[in-house]
């Protein structure tokens, strides 16, 4: 983390010293606390905004000063509700916008909203989490609330808060309180807002607990505590593996409809019609975002270490991760159908973003089935009305403004973002459907 003090937009909010770190914490307080937010991305700039709703103060601390000037300019990718707030918040008084990791003296608790993602060999990148953990230790205060949300392995509390805290003579749960809460934000998805979405905490000490449960309480509608932070830590590598798990069954299911000509939306509808033991997953061109298909190597990373064997989470790792490999080499089977050679083919791949309704392309199977099918000699363009260029083997590429305009020899439909006008597709010659949803297309396939 920077620290230079000369990198702080505005001063600290006078309110800030009014009372020592920690004091505002509590059932006797007598005004909300200042809470100081590390990593202002897709988790940590939502619950900055929604802590400034319920009335507290935020000083919001990113290394990147592109990302604060894109905040300041409000030039990034939320919500429309929590762009409206951002209007409302940036020139709010309550609002620190700073690099300097000083300003975290100040505040009543610490919330650590850095990526956890894994490298290109699956192993957690523990770069970015290790350092704002280093950077909060350095500058914690007796009294102050720390908490973690990134998702990581069971123990990261004890390993990069706890114990460095010690050796600074803090000790959790007496000097300084310390809880993991894991953030629960789904980016794009409006249906599951802060506010109706309930959060799981576990402290070091059940005061650390209770105090954290305070804080989380200002933003979410009920809280859930737990005996530990190891336990909250394991509570969302099992959510994402769940969804992972079962992501790569849905997969399956439609490899399996496919091979026995049944469509597999109409299988899993009529499955989610029975109100009990059955939650629908859907099937894709892959998984994307740095949830689903990283967090799950983080208990198996752990695993490998203590030698244990978790065959069921691993196996759909795997298959998740073969996904975008399958639909290139689907593209070629329907390019070969038509006697059309893969090398040369002009492939257009419709919708690049991880998912509907965001501009974030981290992890998306896009990339990499762009990129496979350019290795293979394919002429592969993208289009995506909330991404105009993308990173491709190194190199910036603009995406296609209007697709319908020009002739392709295959379109794979990867995201549909709502609202999007596809009905051009209806006069294309072959689609290739990789999310399974378009209807009313003559000529479609599904991978």
């Known amino acids: 983390m920077p620290t230079s003090k000369t ?12 009372a020592l770190p920690g004091q505002r914490l509590g059932e006797d307080r007598t005004e909300l606390p200042t809470v100081a937010v590390i990593g202002l991305g897709y988790v940590g700039l939502p619950s900055a905004l929604a802590l400034l709703a319920a009335g507290s103060q935020v000083i919001g601390i990113d290394v990147s000063t592109h990302r604060l000037d894109a905040i300041r300019r409000q030039d990034v990718d939320l919500l429309p509700s929590d762009l ?33 993602p894994v490298d290109a060999h699956l192993v ?6 290790a350092g704002a953990c280093a950077t909060v230790v350095e500058h914690a205060v007796p009294g102050q609330l720390l908490m ?44 599951h ?16 607990t209770e105090l954290a449960a305070e804080l989380l309480a200002l933003t979410a509608p009920s809280v859930h505590r737990v005996g530990s932070p190891e336990a909250a830590e394991m509570s969302k590598l099992f959510e994402n593996t769940f969804r992972a798990v079962n992501i790569a069954l849905a997969n399956e299911f439609a490899d399996n409809c496919r091979a026995l000509d049944l469509d597999p939306m109409e299988i899993i509808e009529a499955a989610a019609t029975k109100p009990y033991g059955f939650m629908p997953f859907f099937p894709g061109p892959g998984v994307g975002g740095h949830c689903i298909p990283c967090d799950p190597h983080y208990l198996l990373w752990q695993l490998r270490k203590l030698r244990v064997s978790s065959p069921l989470v691993d196996t759909a790792m795997t298959a998740i991760a073969s996904r975008p490999r399958q639909v290139v080499n689907r593209v070629r089977e329907l390019l070969a159908e038509r006697g059309v050679p893969l090398a040369g083919a002009r492939v257009l791949i419709s919708g690049v973003a991880y998912k509907p309704g965001v501009a974030d392309l981290r992890e998306s199977p896009a990339l990499e089935i762009i990129e496979e099918l350019a290795a293979l000699g394919a002429e592969v363009s993208f289009s995506d009305p909330l991404v105009t260029s993308a990173r491709i083997h190194g190199e910036t590429v603009q995406g296609v403004a209007d697709p319908a305009a020009e002739k392709w020899d295959l379109v794979v439909v990867h995201t549909v973002h709502p609202g999007a006008d596809l009905g051009w597709l209806a006069e294309h010659g072959k689609v290739l459907d990789a999310t399974y949803r378009l209807a009313g297309l003559p000529s479609k396939a599904v991978v």
């Open 7 to 18: 990198a702080l937009a505005e001063p600290v909010p006078s309110a800030a010293a009014t």
């Open 84 to 116: 409206d707030r951002l209007a409302e918040y940036v020139s709010d008084p309550r609002l620190t916008l700073t690099a300097d990791p000083a300003a975290l003296a100040g505040a009543d608790a610490v919330i650590v909203c850095v990526p956890t």
């Open 124 to 129: 957690p990148d523990l770069g970015a989490l």
């Open 148 to 191: 973690l949300t990134s998702t990581t392995y069971v123990g990261t509390t004890r390993d990069l808060l706890v114990e460095p805290l010690a050796a600074r003579g803090l000790t959790a749960g007496t000097d300084i309180h310390v809880a993991f809460s894991p953030e629960r934000i789904d980016p794009g998805n409006s249906r």
């Open 193 to 208: 807002t802060q506010d109706s979405t309930p959060r799981v905490v576990g402290g070091v000490a059940e005061r650390c």
